[in-house]
């Protein structure tokens, strides 16, 4: 019996163990196939009350699916509970009015992720305080707003709390931390964003009041010197557990707090985008100093090169002046340096990089980019053999690339553009295997790239060396490179004439830039071949035949850089642009070109295309800028082009042969900025939808066309962005609009431009009577041209509230009656044409003074009496100025009047009049006399004279608070 029962309890325990492991299967099993129906219908109910869900991310969330293998869901593979959500997110937000409380049911739930979704600005619920198994809650950048719930503080497991919002507006508030404190467990602390500032609710206890806080963020917090309170020998602080402590973007300023130095277990620091302008104390601990964005003004009174065990030290965007000084090459602070990023970019130092720099053998970052340093880079840039990075870019450095940059054999990055580097590129360069990323533009680099130079670059990827204009390249036509191209930037460099044939062998390229290379011919028939390219730029070139090769293959990738290389980020997702101005292309616009749907500039100006153009714009969604201007194209302007609806905010499509009316459907394109139709046989009237509809132009030009009718009222409706008005040379009839005057965009203030960037911007207009293309300067151009039409009436008196204009004409119409009396009030003109009409009258003296007046024409007209003078007058000499006015007089005609007097320039008053003769009596005698004679006159005079002292005061002072803005000036110098 005795046996047998010991048998008896042998098999119980077996079977114990069997039935054990059959029941954890049926568990294991009930993860694949089902889940605990409570929590799916938990979750469903989640879905329900989300009010959207664009990309249908819960689309799994069905009935016909395990709950557990929904998207974002992760359970137990024991027990087959939901212990796992996920659903963060960066761009397609899911969206609810609030947070559903069917959550609170997933009891065994331990990590929950709702960070980028969007639950309009509803408070956090206090339900999340009874999900006590909760170890990870992230909520940050969710739309919540309100004071943080109190619950939180009864997840006493939590080790992750995330409640920050990146782009804050600071709707959340903590109102008290003494719930915080209640976390015991708490390791991450992120707050960044978070209004903690209210009614004292912010207490510096945080700080060591969590035995377990490792990190803390509290990153644009509004936080300032009196919320740290504590002095330099507080002994609680020594007490904090915390390693990483963020404090960027708040309002600290003045000295640095001394306070940090003795929380021992610190090694993060981040207190960038503050305003501290002290030296930086001994940071024992510290390996990651942040201070970008501060106002400390010099690097030794910083204390740089004391903080021997920093590793990682950010100093950009400060204002650092003074020599660059590297650390002592005889008496150093530090036996060592670990130092492994040194970020100096934005500053103001100046002199030389020294050569002491090579001591610094550990680092692997070093970018000194937007600073003024001079000289030669050291030699002894070759020392530092575990270098990443190096930025030099934007100084004024000059002499030669040293040979010794070829043993950087760790060398990923390597950007040196924007300086004054000479010479040749050094053969040695071809040695650095690891380069990614190598950017010489902008120098006066000379010499010949070959082959040679990239021999072992098998990992290029960013090749940039434009506007190097002496720069030749000369590869052997059967070169193969090792490497596979993203970005290549070679404009304004020499090559030889035809297209450069290695290209044909980079299959992933995205930026494709070789204008103003002198390259030739036909594009090759592998050309298209390649993908599409999403900046394709040949411009400036002798380019000819068809654009059928164009590439017409979809891109199968956009490039992902690695995080080292962050300025390749840049360039990963870019926009589509098609630039392939100024060339000799003909043909066809090829029907291909409807297919690039997603480009966004497309430049085909200045070349010999002809035909129609394609009626396909309908499904381009991106379309900013059309440039097809100065071909041979003809026929009637795309309908189609009405479809790009408010995407389009450039379009020329001047100096062609399209005729016929303008099509109704672009009063759709209500975001167009600039509208360019001019040298053209468009016919109709203006229609009244410009302005009516399309109301944000800046620029409307119809120039040389066979527009006729009456200008319509509508287009005064363009009041505050109109800056070019031009209708010149066309049939128009009838009176000009007095509503003109109200064109606040011709009376000053700034550009109502909108610029695209990666495209040469342009306008034609004729200026001082000579048709000038205006680009770098172009938004300083203020001009109404209403010449070479039928218009008749008289000019009204409101266009002379147009203060703004620099351009005005409106020559060869009919107009009648007097230029008006405040023609002087338009005080930024520069040209003024008023020729070929029937203007009667005498001209204003308030003519003179336009102080920036260099070219003007009143002649062929009726005018009479005496010709104004005036200082900027005196210098307009040509009698052409007035001819065909038999009846007017005075210099600088022959014809003299009856009588010779000062003629009146300013003022009503008779003081003031006086004083105004005064001035004009200095002037002459300025002009008339020897320059030392006249000078030492007026020097004289004003000594003896009060009343001629104060007149000429008053001039300097006019002019001096006159209402030319500095952009004005600048524009004056340009024309």
Known sequence: MKFQSSNSTGFFVLFIFVATKLLLSCGADNTSSSCFEHERQSLLRFKHSLISDPSNRLSSWNETINCCHWLGVGCDNTTGYVTRLDLRTNSEQLEGNELNSSLSELTRLSYLDLSGNYFHTSPIPDFIGSMRQLRYLNLSSAGFAGVV???????????????????????????????????????????????????GAFDKLLLYM???????????????????????????????TIQTLDLSSNSFEGQFPLFLQNMTSLRVLDLSTNKLNSSIPLMNNVVELNLAGNRFSG??????????????????????????????????????????????????????????????????DLVLSGNQLTGPIPTSIGKLAFLQRLDLSENLLNGTIPSSMGRLSKLQFLDLSSNLLQGSIPDSTGQLSKLQFLDISNNSLSGVITEAHFANMSMLIHLAATSNHMLSFKISLDWEPPFQLRNVLLGSCKFNSEFPP?????????????????????????????????????????LTGPLTNLPSNPTTEYYSPSAFIERLADYALVSRLLLLKNNFFNGLIPDSLCDARDLVILDLSKNMLSGNVPDCFGSFDDLNVMILSSNRLSGVIPSSLGKLGRSIQWLHLNNNSFHGELPENLSNLTSLNVLDL????????????????????????????????????????????????????????????????????????????????????????????VSLEYTTIMRYVVNMDLSSNNLEGQIPNELTSLSGLIGFNLSNNNLTGPIPDKIGDMNSLMSLDLSSNELSGTIPSSISWLTFLSHLNLSENKLSGRIPTGSQLQTLIDPSIYAGNSDLCGSPLTK??????????????????EEEDDFEMIWIYATTSGFITGFMGILGVLVLKDKWRSAVFNFVLEFCISKQTTNLSAASNSF
């Open 149 to 199: 719930s109190h619950q939180i503080g009864n997840l006493s497991r939590l080790r992750v709390l995330d409640l920050s919002d990146r782009n804050s507006m600071m709707e959340l508030v903590v109102d008290d931390f003494t719930w915080l404190t209640r976390l015991l467990s708490l390791e991450h602390l992120d707050l960044s964003g978070v209004n903690v500032t209210g009614d």
């Open 210 to 240: 969590i035995p377990s806080l490792k990190e803390l963020h509290l990153s644009n917090c509004g936080l300032s010197n009196s919320h740290f309170n504590i002095t330099h020998f507080d002994s609680n602080i020594t007490r904090s």
């Open 299 to 364: 690097i030794q009174d910083t204390g740089v090169w004391r903080q021997c065990l920093i590793k990682q030290l950010d100093l950009s965007f400060n204002y650092m002046k003074g020599g660059f000084t590297g650390p002592s090459t005889n008496v150093s602070e530090c036996a060592k340096y670990d130092l492994e990023t040194l970020i100096l970019n934005d500053n103001k130092l100046n002199g030389f990089i020294p050569e002491s720099l090579g001591n610094l053998t550990s680092l692997q």
């Open 502 to 542: 290695w290209i044909r062998t980079q299959t992933r390229l995205v930026i494709l830039i070789l204008s103003n290379t002198s390259i030739s011919g036909p594009l090759p028939d592998w050309f298209r071949e390649l993908p599409v390219i999403a900046i394709l730029d040949l411009s400036h070139n002798y």
């Open 678 to 769: 001019g040298e053209n046989r468009l016919s109709g009237s203006i229609p009244k939808w410009i302005g009516g509809k399309v109301k944000f132009l800046a620029v409307l030009r119809l120039h040389d066309n066979n527009f006729m009718g009456r200008i319509p009222q509508e287009l005064c409706e363009l009041s505050s962005d109109l800056q070019i008005l031009d209708f010149g040379d066309n049939y128009l009839t009838g009176t000009i609009p007095h509503c003109f005057g109200n064109l606040r965009g011709m009376s000053g203030g700034g550009s109502n431009l909108y610029f695209s960037g990666g495209f040469e911007q342009s306008v034609i207009q004729v200026m001082r009577g």
């Open 896 to 913: 003299r009047c009856d009588r010779d007097e000062v003629v009146v320039t300013r003022g009503n008053n008779d003081s003031g009049q």
